[in-house]
C-alpha cells in the first residue's frame, strides 16, 4: 500500500477507537460492563444487531458470488420472520426477567443443568466462530505485509483483546455506530469504481448481464433437479426459508453475542425496533455486498484476472520445484487472458456500444474463459497440495481483497481495509463480550460458593474476556485454511449447534409440560445425532445441506423431550408465574 493509504488506514482506526473508548465510560459492575446500565435507544441496538453481523467474513463475501453466484443471499430470507417471532416471545421475556445472559430464563424454566448444557454449547461455538473471524482481517493484513499468518493473528487478536477488555459493551455499542456508516458508505463507493473502470460504452447494467450469462445473478434457486429436490444443495429458496429461519431465530434468539445487544436497550419497544428494522435491511444489504462481488466478475472479463488471487501462494510456488513449472502455465494462461480481454472489448465496442442485445457471443467467450481457468487453478491447487509445498489451496476469500489492492486508487485502498478491519473489531468485540458475560455469569457466578461483589465481578469479566481472547486466536491459527469460503464456514459451524439450542428454548416458551429431565436428555441426544449426520456429510456418505442441520436439531428436540416427557413422570413442571 502507499503512504496516503496508510495514513488513511491509520487515522481511520485510530479514530473510531478513540471514539469508542471515550464514550465507553459506565459504572464498573456488570450492568455497566455488559448491558451498558440499559440506556441504549432503538438506533443503538439496529447499529450494535447489524455490526455484530457485519464481521469481517462479511466484507470478504464478494469472493462468495465471484465463485459461486449470488444463491447465498437465500440464507437470509427467513430473517424478517425470526424478527417478528424474537419480538413477539424472546425479547419481552429476558426484559421482564431482568438477565444478564438468555441462559438464566433456562434455569428458571427447567433447572441450573439446562442451563449450564446450553450456555457451553454456545460458548464452544461461538468461541470456535470468532476465532474464524479473527482469522479473516488476519488474511488481509498477512496478505498486505507478506507477514507469517501467525504472528499475524497473534498481532490482530492482541489488539481486538485490548480493544475489548478496556471498553465492554459500551465501547462496542458506540463504535458499531460509526463502523456501519463507513462501512456502508465505503462498499457503495468501491461498487461505484468498479463500474466506472469498466470500458467505455459498458454501463451497469451491461455488467449484470455479464454476470447474468456466466449464471452468477442465481438469486433464486429452487433447489430442483430432474431426480426431484436436492437436500444436499446449500442454497436454494426452500432451504433458506425453513432452515434460514431456525438458524436466524437461534441465532439472534439465543445467540448472546446478539441477545446482548438488545438487552442493552432501554425497554421493550426499543429492543423490538431494533429487532424489526434489521430484519428490514439485514436482505438488501448481504444482496448488495454480494452484488459487489458480481460486478467484479464482470469487470475481470474486461480485463486480465490473476491465475490465482492468493498471491503469497503463487510466491510459495515460485520458490518450490514447481518454479518452471510454473512460469510455462503462467504464460499460457496470460496469452489465454489477452485473447478473452480483446474478444470481450470488441463485442463492447461493437454490440454494447450500439445497445445491441445480442449476448450470445459474450457468453460463449465467457463460458471458455471460466473452463479453461477451472483447469489452470486446479492444476495449482495440485502442486500447492504437494507435501513438499504445503501450501494453502483457499482462493475465494482473497478474490474481493486482491481487486481492492490492484485496480482501486491509493487512499481508497486504506478506506477499504479500515472498513474491513472495523467489521472484524465490532463483531468479534461483541463476541468476546458475550463469551464473558455468559462465563461469568452463567458459571462462575452460579457456582462459586463465595460471594463476590461488584468490583471483583467487574475485574473477573475482564479477566474472563482476555482469557477468551487468547482461545479464540488459538483458534484462528487454524482457521484461515480451512479450505471454504469463511463466510460459509461459519455459518456451518453455527448450525451444528444453534438447532439444539432453538429447540430447547422453543421448548421452554411452548411447551409447558416438558420438565427438565426431558429437555436435558433430549438435547443432548440430538446435539450428537446433528454431528453425526456433519460428519457423514463431510465422508460423503450422505448428503444434506447445513441450513437443515439447524430444522433437524430444533425439531428433534422437541419430538425427543415430548416422548420423553412421558417417562419422566416425576419432572418438575415450570410455574405459569415464571413466565
Known amino acids: 500500500m502507499s503512504w496516503l493509504d496508510w495514513l488513511v488506514l491509520t487515522i481511520t482506526l485510530l479514530g473510531i477507537i478513540t471514539y469508542g473508548l471515550y464514550k465507553s465510560r459506565t459504572t464498573q459492575n456488570l450492568e455497566g460492563y455488559f448491558l451498558c446500565n440499559n440506556t441504549m435507544p432503538w438506533y443503538m441496538v439496529l447499529f450494535g444487531i447489524m455490526g455484530t453481523q457485519a464481521s469481517a467474513v462479511t466484507f470478504l463475501a464478494p469472493g462468495q458470488s465471484y465463485t459461486d453466484g449470488m444463491r447465498f443471499v437465500q440464507v437470509y430470507f427467513g430473517l424478517p420472520l425470526a424478527m417478528v417471532v424474537l419480538s413477539i416471545t424472546f425479547v419481552p421475556v429476558f426484559h421482564r426477567l431482568k438477565v444478564f445472559t438468555a441462559y438464566e430464563f433456562l434455569e428458571q424454566r427447567f433447572d441450573v443443568r439446562t442451563r449450564s448444557l446450553t450456555s457451553f454449547l454456545f460458548l464452544l461455538q461461538r468461541g470456535l466462530s470468532t476465532g474464524i473471524s479473527i482469522s479473516a482481517p488476519s488474511i488481509i493484513l498477512s496478505s498486505l505485509l507478506g507477514w507469517n499468518i501467525i504472528w499475524t493473528n497473534i498481532f490482530m487478536g492482541g489488539l481486538l483483546i485490548i480493544y475489548t477488555v478496556t471498553g465492554g459493551a459500551k465501547a462496542v455499542a458506540y463504535t458499531q455506530q460509526l463502523q456501519m456508516a463507513i462501512i456502508l458508505a465505503g462498499m457503495g463507493f468501491v461498487g461505484y469504481l468498479v463500474v466506472h473502470r469498466l470500458p467505455e460504452g459498458v454501463g451497469f447494467l451491461d455488467a449484470l448481464h455479464v454476470g447474468g450469462k456466466a449464471g452468477k445473478l442465481n438469486v433464486i434457486t429452487t433447489g430442483r433437479t430432474e431426480h426431484g429436490f436436492n437436500w444436499g ?4 429458496l426452500l432451504s433458506g426459508l425453513i432452515g434460514g429461519f431456525f438458524l436466524q431465530l437461534s441465532y439472534f434468539g439465543t445467540d448472546q453475542s446478539q441477545v446482548g445487544r438488545y438487552l442493552t436497550a432501554r425497554s421493550v419497544g426499543e429492543s423490538r425496533l431494533g429487532l424489526l428494522l434489521n430484519g428490514l435491511v439485514k436482505v438488501p444489504m448481504q444482496f448488495l455486498i454480494l452484488l459487489l462481488g458480481v460486478l467484479v466478475f464482470s469487470y475481470y472479463q474486461y ?3 490473476p491465475v490465482f488471487f492468493n498471491q503469497s501462494q503463487i510466491e510459495l510456488l515460485a520458490k518450490s520445484k514447481y518454479k518452471d513449472s510454473l512460469n510455462l502455465l503462467t504464460n499460457e494462461y496470460n496469452a489465454m487472458q489477452e485473447i478473452k480481454v480483446k474478444q470481450m472489448n470488441l463485442i463492447a465496442a461493437n454490440n454494447l456500444q450500439s445497445g445491441s442485445t445480442d449476448w450470445q457471443q459474450a457468453q460463449a467467450t465467457i463460458k471458455a474463459s471460466e473452463d479453461q481457468k477451472i483447469i489452470f487453478r486446479n492444476t495449482i491447487k495440485r502442486w500447492l497440495h504437494d507435501k513438499d509445498v504445503n501450501g494453502d489451496d483457499s482462493d ?4 474481493f481483497l486482491r481487486f481492492v489492492i490492484d485496480h482501486l486508487p491509493k487512499g481508497v485502498v486504506g478506506l477499504l481495509i479500515a472498513v474491513i478491519f472495523l467489521a472484524a473489531w465490532g463483531s468479534i468485540a461483541a463476541a468476546l463480550n458475550s463469551l464473558s458475560s455468559c462465563t461469568i455469569v452463567d458459571f462462575h457466578k452460579r457456582f462459586s460458593k463465595k460471594k463476590i461483589d461488584d ?4 475485574q473477573l469479566s475482564k479477566l ?5 481472547g487468547i482461545f479464540c486466536v488459538v483458534i484462528a491459527q487454524v482457521a484461515y485454511n480451512i479450505g471454504n469460503s469463511l463466510i460459509e464456514a461459519v455459518n456451518v459451524l453455527g448450525s451444528l449447534f444453534y438447532g439444539v439450542i432453538l429447540g430447547i428454548f422453543l421448548v421452554a416458551f411452548y411447551f409447558k409440560r416438558i420438565g427438565a429431565k426431558a429437555i436435558f436428555a433430549s438435547a443432548i441426544v440430538i446435539e450428537l445425532f446433528v454431528i453425526t449426520i456433519h460428519i457423514l456429510n ?14 433437524v436439531g430444533a425439531i428433534g428436540v422437541i419430538l425427543l423431550s415430548s416422548l420423553l416427557s412421558l417417562i419422566f413422570k416425576d419432572d418438575k413442571k415450570v410455574q405459569s408465574a415464571n413466565l
Open 455 to 458: 468490583k471483583k465481578q467487574y
Open 396 to 399: 475465494t476469500n482473497y478474490i
Open 233 to 236: 444443495d446449500r442454497f436454494n
Open 464 to 468: 474472563y474476556t482476555l482469557l477468551w
Open 538 to 551: 463431510q465422508r460423503k456418505v450422505m448428503n444434506l445441506g447445513f441450513l437443515w442441520l439447524n430444522v
Open 303 to 305: 480485463n486480465s484476472e
